[in-house]
């Protein structure tokens, strides 16, 4: 009998959990749209002109249409259309369905794509991000750590599992994410149902290291500082174009990294690091490295293909990004003894980059006028460098 | 001596119950934003207002798949558990896992690879699929063969096999793709949906039915095949049919949370310990309800300990369940002696 | 076969397809015990299993009930036949009773839920075997006596007609042995069900079964009742006994005799010279006995153990011929002993052996036979005379 009612209370609490379900599967929260603003009672989308394309030297992989009255409509390439609406202007009716409408001021970003970082810092507008991927520590760029710091910007979870509460709570109005959101599709659908746009940057997917900093001008249109980064960006291509009229050095570069498994890892012949190399006037050491149909930029080769490849190279430059950086030859002989071989090792003519190199793709410009320097000075001065320092001989 | 069996299964239900609607609460009220108790009635009754998003939105669908998902995860262990009499059975030992990681890393692989993107759907259906593939070899060969250690042996094999292959396939993908596959290893809670809770409270709930259907059968055998066939149990379907269910089970969890170490192999053996009996009808209920309870004890550190970051639930629960479990041994080892 | 519960017809067993035994014809009616026997691995587990459809037939059919087992569902064979196996069960946290309560399985529903009169049939089940005491204790704390009384309980609150056990007593000691025995007695006599049971132990087979079949290598030899299988020779050829024997009339085993000449002569007879004859088969020493009417209790241990017995008709008083053979045979011993202490008409002749014996220095008592024993056969340095009454066995 006991058992009995034991049955009973247990079938009553699974019915209570069903009703529960029930109740809140035919649920949509509506309020997330509440907080927009105004319905699109605004001018027809077909009938408005378009004012200008803005002009674009190098990047591929985005649009940015201007219309009048300040709309703009930019456009990533496989990845989303957005628009941008001026604030107090009401939306255009009559929009295609797939464009997101971001409203200025966009004032409460959560940054995911932290290559950005550094691009929105160019143009002052650091303070419009209010939730981070990435907590203080994991900053190289001292504006966002200081703010993270002091409370200004706070740290929202890491991109694959971000905090959604507070990034509801603190009234996201939009998030953007780098291409690695690709990989969590679940985290970019449950944003979007929270009501909050996300636009996913696809910077890295740019063949020329100066068509990632231009990206600097996508930003500019979203916080309505276009003609600032216009200017930035002539700035720094203006810096760059001196080297680029030099002619080459012919002298071959190695860019790599040695991989925990021992393979070592190299630049294809495409990737935008293999340009920079060309426009500092150095040449590539692996030059039939093409694109093999994936969406990768890198590829592991063994170490005898890159000793066969690069043995002879003039100068070796290794990347610090994912191991952390190498300050003396012998940490570099560690992780394989066999580049004392190696041409430029016995020279001495061998680099390493900073780990904050990839953080900061507005000094993409410097860093080829770094590799200038180390390919035509021969005892550069290392305060002149921004972004290499020489691997040291002799012990630690 | 029944009235005292008895007893016993109402305070245990009724702690279970207890301990469920106690941590319910408190999952409700955790989160980075602040909401109080009154407010979050208020939300629960009319779902309106500023904060109704965070409760109705994520922390709701979010326990709710926790229950469910706990629950499942802790009945396919306890079924494996009886099926091969082994008590380190878990809900993966029939290679499970390994099948979903091996689609999925061929799904992530293969679309992210060509610069294409997936939804999350996608994703859900690979696991499953690959789940199921799993369980397809199993069912194969546990037609052909007379002892179920084999079987154990097979399901473990096919897991080395699909994780090979995942490695292999790995072995060709950028550093970048290696972390999701690693991170999705771990499982997770976070980010579920209304959508998602539908789907798998279907599953979830039809597997459970019929499990307790089962409770009979189950019980003949855990005198031995020999006297289950004899008691009236057509071997070859109930085989069959245990197999299919858990790895339902299993592959339900896998598919919208990932691999979750530890609770279907932990969670059982509490239990046992609790109610002292090994009774099935007592059992799949009481490990449903005991699961729910240990993953949203173990969600709720996970998520709030180190808020915003979120530590892996496998981890956690093996932290919590790890300890007790060898302590139940120990104390089992003592008073058999 | 018309009254037959349960009968194989045509049936042929083996394992993955290999015919073991072809062409089996058994069969039992309610309210008897069929037993097979034979030696190890000839197959009577094989039968078995394939007649509680744990083993597929590779040929015939097993009729139950006047149907064939095979058109028969489940829950229809489990409520007419239950059984008793040597597979070792392990069930985790179950009580003894809990363990009793599964026999009801094909009666209750679709939960397995138990009602009033199913608790009482388990508990009527565990009065029957007596084990009412151990319901609470957990089933995996009991000796193997209890388990067999348990699990046979189990079988009988399954309410079968027929009973199937595969070498029930083979872990029992002989008060278990007995009692499940007498248990499964009831049980046929009360309830008149059938029972198929294997047999090791012959003796147990000869008094409890009804009706015995022999089970060789290849086939059924035999099959019919204990009087008609149990014959010396036969069960000597059926298990291949070389050494040692079994007396089938007694149903008990004996070692094989000592070879070579008597060394010592055994005067016995009346059941006193037994312990004797074995405790000199254990020595190694060969030994004569007589003389025993051949329906001396002695006589069937003298013929297995002695290497000679003299012996003389049944009923019968003690003849000339016997007697010279006898002294004969006395002279030729190196010791005798005398161990029967009555005389009676019938054996005055041994009074006249023992004096005969005493005559010839050769008459020793139990407490040198002990020394002879360890000594060996020698002659030298044992003086012939009577000792006191030790163990009985002197005179």
Redesign the interface.
């Given at each position: 009998m006991r058992k009995r009612i034991c049955i009973l209370a247990v079938s009553v609490l699974v019915v209570l959990m069903a009703s529960l379900l029930l109740s809140g599967c035919s649920h949509t929260v509506g309020t997330a749209s509440a907080r927009k603003q105004a319905a699109s009672t605004g001018p027809d989308w077909g009938t408005l002109t378009v004012e200008k394309e803005l002009p674009l030297q190098y990047a591929t992989q985005f649009t940015v249409t201007e219309y009048e009255d300040g709309y703009a409509l930019i456009d990533i390439t496989d990845s989303g259309r957005y628009l941008v609406v001026p604030e107090g202007m009401a939306v255009p009716s009559g929009l295609d369905k797939d464009i997101v409408v971001l409203y200025q001021p966009l004032d409460r970003i959560y940054l995911a794509a932290t290559s950005a970082m550094d691009l929105f810092r160019a143009i002052g507008g650091v303070g419009s991000i209010l939730l981070s991927g990435e907590d203080a520590d994991g900053w190289y760029i001292d504006e966002a750590k200081q703010a993270l710091e002091d409370g200004s910007m706070l740290f929202a979870g890491k991109y694959s599992a971000p905090d959604y509460e507070l990034i509801y709570s603190e009234g996201c109005n939009l998030a953007i994410e780098s291409t690695m959101i690709y990989h969590t599709p679940e985290v970019k659908e449950q944003l979007e149902k929270l009501g909050v746009p996300v636009l996913v940057e696809c910077s890295s997917y740019e063949g020329d290291p100066l068509g990632r900093m231009e990206w600097l001008k996508l930003y500019g249109v979203l916080l309505g500082k276009e003609e600032l980064a216009e200017e930035l960006f002539d700035q720094e291509v203006a810096a760059v174009n001196d080297i680029l009229g030099q002619t080459g050095t012919g002298k071959t570069v190695a860019f790599f990294y040695i991989t925990t498994t021992g393979t070592v890892n190299v630049r294809k012949s495409s990737d935008y690091v293999t340009k920079m190399i060309e426009m500092a006037g150095g040449e590539y050491v692996f030059s039939n490295l093409e694109d093999d149909g994936n969406a990768l930029s890198t590829v592991n080769m063994s170490m005898e293909a890159f000793y066969d490849g690069a043995k002879n190279a003039d100068v070796l430059i290794y990347n610090s990004a994912i191991d952390g950086e190498l300050h003396t030859v012998d940490e570099l002989l560690a992780k394989s003894p066999l580049l004392a071989d190696f041409k430029a090792v016995k020279s001495g003519d061998v680099w390493c980059t900073g780990k904050n190199l990839f953080q900061e793709p507005m000094g993409l410009g410097k860093l080829i006028a770094d590799m200038h320097t180390i390919l035509t000075e021969d005892e550069p001065d290392s305060g002149e460098l921004n972004y290499l320092h020489r691997l040291t001989n002799g012990g630690t | 001596m029944q009235k005292k069996e008895n007893r016993r299964y109402c305070i245990g239900f009724a702690g279970l119950a207890l301990a469920l609607c106690v941590l319910l609460v408190g999952n409700l009220n955790a989160g980075s934003v602040n909401l109080s108790v009154g407010e979050i009635c208020r939300i629960l009754f009319e779902k309106t207002g500023e904060n109704a998003a965070i409760v109705w939105d994520i922390r709701l669908p979010r326990i709710v798949a926790v229950v469910l998902l706990g629950g499942a995860l802790s009945v396919s262990g306890f079924l494996l558990q009886t099926f091969f009499a082994n008590p380190i059975a878990g809900p993966f030992i029939l290679g499970i896992s390994s099948g979903a990681k091996l689609i999925v890393s061929l799904t992530l692989i293969g679309f992210l690879g060509r610069g294409m993107s997936i939804g999350s759907v996608a994703l859900i259906i690979a696991a499953f699929l690959g789940s199921m593939m799993s369980m397809g070899f199993v069912l194969l060969i546990s037609n052909r063969i007379k002892r179920m250690s084999m079987l154990i042996i097979s399901g473990v094999m096919i897991g080395y096999i699909c994780s090979a292959v995942t490695d292999f396939v790995v072995t060709f993908a950028e550093d970048s793709n290696i972390v999701n596959l690693h991170n999705w290893s771990l499982g997770s809670f976070s980010g579920m949906t209304w959508d998602n809770v539908g789907v798998m409270s279907t599953v979830v709930i039809a597997a459970l039915a019929l499990a307790f259907l089962l409770s009979k059968p189950i019980s003949a055998y855990q005198l031995g095949e020999v006297y289950a066939q004899n008691m009236g149990v057509n071997i070859r379907m109930f085989r069959a049919a245990l197999i299919l269910l858990s790895s339902v089970l299993s592959a339900c969890v896998t598919a919208f949370a990932g691999p979750i170490s530890f609770v279907g192999v932990a969670v059982p053996h509490l239990i046992r310990s609790i109610f002292k009996t090994a009774k099935p009808i007592i059992m799949t209920p009481a490990c449903f309800l005991g699961g729910s309870v240990f993953c949203l004890f173990c969600d709720l550190i996970a998520r709030t300990v180190f808020s915003p970051t979120e530590l892996s639930i496998s981890s956690v629960t093996a932290v919590f369940g790890a300890p007790v479990v060898i302590i139940i041994m120990v104390r089992r080892q003592k008073h058999n002696q | 076969m018309d009254d037959y519960y349960v009968y194989t017809d045509r049936m042929t067993v083996g394992y993955d397809g290999v015919p073991l035994i072809e062409n089996i014809q058994i069969g039992v009616r309610r309210g008897e015990i069929l037993t097979l026997i034979g030696p190890n691995g000839s197959g009577k587990s094989t039968i078995l299993k394939s007649i509680?459809?744990?083993l597929r037939l590779l040929a015939g059919t097993v009729v139950l009930d006047g149907r064939p087992m095979a058109e028969l569902?489940?829950?229809d064979?489990?409520q007419k036949?239950?059984?008793l196996?040597t597979?070792r069960?392990?069930?985790?946290?179950?009580?003894c009773?809990?363990?009793v309560a599964?026999?009801r399985?094909?009666y209750?529903g679709?939960?397995?839920?138990l009602t009033q009169a199913d608790r009482d049939k388990v508990d009527e089940a565990l009065g029957m075997v007596h084990a009412v005491e151990l319901?609470?204790h957990s089933f995996?704390h009991i000796s193997d006596g209890q388990r067999q009384r348990l699990l046979l309980a189990r079988a009988i609150c399954?309410e079968p007609e027929v009973v199937v056990l595969d070498e029930p007593t083979s872990f029992l000691d002989i008060r278990h042995k007995l009692e499940l025995l007498s248990i499964l007695k009831t049980m046929v006599r009360e309830k008149r069900v059938a029972v198929i049971m294997s047999l090791h132990e012959l003796d147990l087979a000869q008094k409890v079964s009804d009706r015995i079949v022999c089970v060789n290598r290849r086939s059924v030899e035999r099959c019919g009742t204990p009087e008609d299988i149990f014959q010396d020779e036969y069960i000597r050829g059926l298990y291949g006994i070389e050494r040692g024997s079994y007396d089938t009339a007694f149903g008990c085993l004996e070692m094989e005799p000592v070879q070579g000449p008597p060394k010592v002569f055994v005067i016995g007879g009346g059941g006193s010279g037994i312990p004797l004859y074995r405790l000199l088969q254990r020595r190694g020493i060969p030994f004569a006995a007589g003389i025993l009417q051949e329906n001396d209790v002695d006589y069937p241990v003298a013929r297995a153990l002695a290497a000679e017995v003299i012996s003389e008709k049944p009923f019968e008083a003690v003849g000339e011929e016997a007697v010279r053979s006898a002294l004969q045979t006395l002279d030729r011993c190196e010791r005798t002993v005398c161990c029967t202490t009555s005389f009676g008409e019938m054996n005055r002749a041994n009074m006249v052996l023992r004096e005969h014996a005493r005559d010839c220095s050769l008459l020793i008592g139990i407490g040198e036979l002990e020394q002879f024993v360890y000594k060996g056969a020698d002659e030298h340095g044992t003086t012939a005379y009577i000792a006191g009454d030790t163990h009985g066995f002197c005179c």
């Open positions: - | - | 509680i459809r744990q569902t489940e829950r064979v489990a036949m239950s059984i196996m597979e069960m392990k069930p985790e946290l179950m009580s009773w809990d363990v599964t026999g399985y094909p209750t679709r939960l397995g839920l319901a609470d995996s399954q």
